[in-house]
């Protein structure tokens, strides 16, 4: 088992590591907060794997649970959603004094944050990720929030969870798609960040427990050392986590959240985020296809169907929220484990980069 301190501004928080960690997330909750009343906040997909577990383990330690399930995937994440589950939590008599656990990947991980983040002004958030994803991502750096018509994450709130349970057995549930749409994060991490980790990738083969371990304790120290510069993301420096999104996020909301996965939308994100960093940051087109390669390896997709919806990519693009005062903040790549953000991209650069994929 290993434990890592994240920090964000003044707030501390550990996330644990390890397999069969599900059977101590009672003990591990209890050892950080006093509250009895709590609600597990899971998916179609997961709480028939893991919340009857979950809550009677909870419920062994001496905490009342009740549990919320809710459809599975993106479409999920609206603002009737958040709401209906507060109206459940309401009638179940949790109260300020109560705590949220979001059992399930990144949109479980989303809605859970949010509501934990506006019930009461703000309870307790224990998140028990269930996909290599969301370990290495959205369970690190406390940005909650739900969609809306116009994009993805317009509404929401920074609410760093109290504790990360992450137990590596719950990854052997995955679907291959699924789980290599985790790799899409961590192969945008190495880009913006850390070749070695882009190195490792390149001879990884399938391993057990302890290599995946370290991959993902690597990936989580990376996003918080990167969160721990810029928690609101006010700065500029939070936002090269963005690579590759700008165009990934378009994607996802042309395919009406069903054509593609996350990662595999993120993956069509960074070749097109590479095409215009060989324009705008010099990046060699020899790393360029590098990263391709990469990318394809994990069988994650480089190139978008014939006849996708590319006009629905371009008209989402002005309403995501990296735009700034209507001029888009770009996430470039000049080589590969460093990242900046450019002022210099403009949407032609951008469109001629989603017709190339």
């Known amino acids: 088992m290993i434990s890592i301190e994240v920090r964000a501004g003044p707030w501390r928080h550990d996330v644990i590591i390890g397999s069969g960690l599900l059977a101590n997330a009672g003990e591990l ?19 028939p794997l893991f919340a009857d577990r979950i809550s009677r383990i ?9 549990l919320i399930t809710i459809p599975s995937g993106e479409k999920s994440k609206t603002l009737e959603q958040a709401g209906a589950i507060c109206d459940q939590m309401i009638a179940a008599g949790l109260d300020r004094q109560s705590f949220v656990v979001g059992l399930g990947g990144g949109v479980i991980g989303d809605m859970s944050g949010f509501v934990a983040a506006i019930y009461h002004r703000g309870i307790p958030h224990v998140q028990i990720p269930t996909t290599l994803l969301s370990m290495v991502d959205s369970s690190i750096g406390g940005k909650t929030g739900v969609n809306t018509r116009d994009g993805k994450n317009l509404i929401g709130a920074v609410h760093h969870p109290s504790l990360v349970i992450d137990d590596l057995n719950v990854l052997e549930t995955l679907p291959r798609r699924e789980f290599n749409q985790g790799l899409a994060e961590i192969i945008k991490h190495a880009i913006i960040a850390d070749a070695k980790i882009f190195d490792t990738l390149q001879e990884w083969k399938a391993s057990g427990a302890p290599a995946l371990q370290q991959l993902i304790r690597r990936n ?5 050392k990167i969160v721990e510069k810029d928690e609101r993301d006010r700065s500029g420096e939070r936002a090269i986590l963005n690579f590759g999104h700008t165009v990934g996020h378009a994607i996802e909301r042309a395919g009406d959240y069903r054509e593609f996965l996350h990662g595999e939308a993120l993956s069509l994100g960074i070749v097109a985020a590479c095409t215009v960093s060989i324009k705008k940051a010099g990046l060699s087109p020899a790393q360029r296809d590098a990263i391709v390669d990469l990318l394809r390896r994990f069988d994650l997709p480089t190139q978008l169907p014939l006849n996708f919806p590319r006009q629905k990519i371009f008209d989402a693009l002005p309403h995501d929220k990296k735009f700034k005062g209507g001029r888009v903040r770009f996430v470039v790549t000049p080589r ?15 469109r001629e980069a989603v017709k190339q994929l």
């Open 29 to 47: 909750i209890k050892k950080r907060l006093r509250a009895s009343r709590c609600t597990i906040i899971s998916d179609a997909a997961v709480a």
């Open 58 to 66: 909870l419920t062994s330690t001496g905490f009342q649970p009740t």
């Open 220 to 224: 989580i120290e990376l996003k918080s």
């Open 336 to 350: 590969i484990g460093s990242a900046h953000v450019s002022a210099d991209v403009t949407m032609e650069d951008i």
